[in-house]
């Protein structure tokens, strides 16, 4: 299940982490242990942080350097309006998968 959920996450975790920043801003870090705690135990993240780096490139985030008591500054990553439609496009896209799928489940209804 642990390959599955690897290859099926690929195609999902930048809106995953997209929605997580639709919260309140965070750092890579605190992105990274907010998803584990909702149970993306195996997401590593330099995953996360390839993505938040191809996420700013393509203008879904801002990204502010705030000072860190415990070395260089933080990345402080935030959705913009450019993120918040992808976000919004995710989420339909989302739905009319998980719908589709659930129609399969049943037996094609």
């Given at each position: 299940?642990?390959?599955?959920l690897t290859e099926m996450l690929k195609g999902t975790l930048e809106g995953i982490?997209?929605?997580?920043?639709?919260?309140?801003?965070?750092?890579?870090?605190?992105i990274t242990a907010r998803l584990r705690e909702q149970g993306f135990s195996d997401i590593a993240e330099g995953t996360v942080y390839a993505l938040l780096i191809r996420m700013e490139k393509r203008g879904l985030v801002d990204v502010e350097k705030v000072p860190s008591e415990k070395g260089p500054p933080?990345?402080?990553?935030?959705?913009?309006?450019?993120?918040?439609?992808?976000?919004?496009?995710?989420?339909?896209?989302?739905?009319?998968?998980?719908?589709?799928l659930?129609?399969?489940?049943?037996?094609g209804k």
């Open positions: 299940m642990a390959k599955l982490i997209l929605a997580s920043l639709s919260g309140r801003p965070a750092y890579g870090y605190e933080r990345k402080v990553h935030s959705l913009n309006s450019q993120g918040r439609e992808y976000l919004e496009e995710f989420w339909g896209t989302w739905s009319f998968l998980a719908e589709r659930e129609q399969l489940r049943e037996g």
